[in-house]
């Protein structure tokens, strides 16, 4: 118990996971292991779900897509 001193502790006992990236205490997902707040584990879905559809586009509708300024205007105006 001595070696978590500083660290804010849990109605357990344990220390309270803190996000990996900014340190928040406001933890509400664990990602591959780590703890992430929302505004942290956002941006990683965020960015993981933008790698699946570049890879979906560029797989079934071609790289002419991905070469666009903005891949989702198909000419509608």
């Known amino acids: 118990m ?3 001193k ?3 502790v849990g ?4 220390p309270k996971p803190r996000c990996c990236v900014c340190g928040s205490e406001d ?7 780590k703890f992430y707040c929302y505004k942290c ?3 990683i879905i965020v ?7 570049e890879e979906l586009v560029a797989k079934y509708l071609g790289e002419k897509l991905l070469t666009q300024d903005d891949p989702f ?3 509608g105006g």
């Not at 109605?11 to 344990?14: D, V």
């Not at 960015?47 to 559809?53: A, L, P, T």
């Open 2 to 4: 001595a070696r978590y």
């Open 6 to 8: 500083s660290a804010r």
């Open 11 to 14: 109605e357990r006992g344990e």
């Open 27 to 33: 933890v509400c997902a664990k990602i591959e292991g």
């Open 41 to 43: 584990g956002s941006r």
């Open 47 to 53: 960015e993981h779900s933008r790698r699946i559809v």
């Open 73 to 75: 205007n198909w000419g």
